[in-house]
């Protein structure tokens, strides 16, 4: 079965360092991978996502993701980050052969002033 | 609709109640998921339906636990003899179509506290 691992539950950034969260996925044939943000009290929210059309992805709000198939690897990156982007944030995996998310535990971002 | 909506936003039940949660997908979205989240974890797939089609359940944690979405557009989550370690909050996606890499819109979730 396909596992999601997201390294560090937390993670602590000053106002325009850059933000990198990790993620790796378990399968061996590379899936579908998402990388969601979700706000307090709200739902997730789509930042990117890979489809083997390109291995750097870049998405909303400044965001983006490589994929690197040798490492089983999707880390997120932003190169600077900003006050809003205090939130937490799931890596997720899709089956080509099955429509089920799998998520990672996700990383809760902090960002000080 | 503009979103995917989810009724009641909050739910607090005693153990033993039963409760039904509902989704009210995007128009026109094919594919409707059920997941759940604990509190400090990340999501957890419970349900898969396509149209009125419940092709995967087997994330479903138990048999008090039944899905359903009978004209293939808002769906009901019910749980029956609820117990604590059924709280968590209860998410909705649905997505336009049956890919699996096509985006998945998610609802606001019902938090349930079963007390």
């Known amino acids: 079965a396909q596992s999601v691992t997201q390294l560090g539950s937390h993670v602590s950034v000053s106002e325009g360092a850059l933000v990198l969260l990790r993620c790796n996925y378990s399968s061996s044939v590379p899936p579908y991978l998402f990388w969601y943000v979700q706000y307090p009290n709200q739902g997730l929210q789509l930042l990117l996502k890979?489809?083997?059309?390109?291995?750097l992805v870049k998405g909303i709000n400044g965001f983006e993701a490589e994929f690197k198939k040798s490492e089983t690897s999707f880390h997120l990156t932003k190169p600077s980050a900003h006050m809003s982007d205090a939130a937490e944030y799931f890596c997720a995996a899709g089956e080509a052969a099955g429509n089920k998310l799998t998520f990672g535990g996700g990383t809760r971002v902090l960002v000080k002033p | 609709g503009a979103g995917v909506s989810q009724s009641p936003r909050y739910k607090v039940a005693k153990r033993g109640q039963d409760v039904a949660l509902r989704c009210d997908p995007i128009s026109g979205h094919v594919s409707l998921f059920w997941y759940q989240q604990a509190l400090g974890q990340g999501p957890e797939f419970l349900t898969y339906f396509q149209n009125e089609a419940q092709l995967d359940k087997s994330g479903l944690p138990s048999d008090r636990f039944f899905a359903e979405r009978p004209e293939g557009s808002v769906s009901t989550l019910k749980i029956q003899r609820t117990q604590q370690e059924d709280s968590a909050v209860y998410l909705c996606?649905?997505?336009?179509?049956?890919?699996?890499?096509?985006?998945?819109?998610f609802g606001q979730g019902t938090r349930l506290t079963v007390v």
């Open positions: 996606a649905s997505s336009r179509l049956r890919a699996s890499n096509t985006e998945a819109f």
């Open positions: 890979y489809t083997s059309a390109a291995t």
